[in-house]
């Protein structure tokens, strides 16, 4: 079973930088596609990056240009790198692995951009 577990969340003034991480515990060769998503409390969960297997990148349009989404596959990882973060940006970042039997999930990290 694939584990997922996120890290480099924190408190981040507006306009700062912060990189998340998400390691993968398994042999990735079954995952097709790495996500991230986030959840501000009372939204609803959201789609803000995603890198397919290939390599091939998308972005939220919240994010687009702000955020970019690697992959290490030596390490086994996912990060994101966020930038010029905004009070908006706030939230659980989730990190997800889709495989073509099961989606699986990490246990999120708190980002907070506030001044």
């Known amino acids: 079973q694939v584990q997922l577990a996120e890290s480099g969340g924190g408190l981040v003034q507006p306009g700062g930088s912060l990189r998340l991480s998400c390691t993968v515990s398994?042999?990735?060769?079954?995952?097709?596609?790495m996500d991230w998503y986030r959840q501000a409390p009372g939204n609803q969960r959201e789609l803000v990056a995603t890198?397919?297997?290939?390599?091939?990148?998308s972005y939220a349009d919240p994010v687009e240009g702000r955020f970019t989404i690697s992959r290490d596959n030596a390490k086994n990882s996912v990060d994101l790198q966020m930038s010029s973060l905004k009070p908006e940006d706030t939230a659980v970042y989730y990190c997800?692995?889709?495989?073509?039997?099961?989606?699986?999930w990490g246990q999120g990290t708190q980002v907070t951009v506030s001044s």
């Open positions: 997800c692995a889709r495989t073509v039997i099961l989606d699986y």
């Open positions: 890198i397919t297997s290939g390599g091939d990148t």
């Open positions: 398994e042999n990735t060769l079954n995952i097709y596609a």
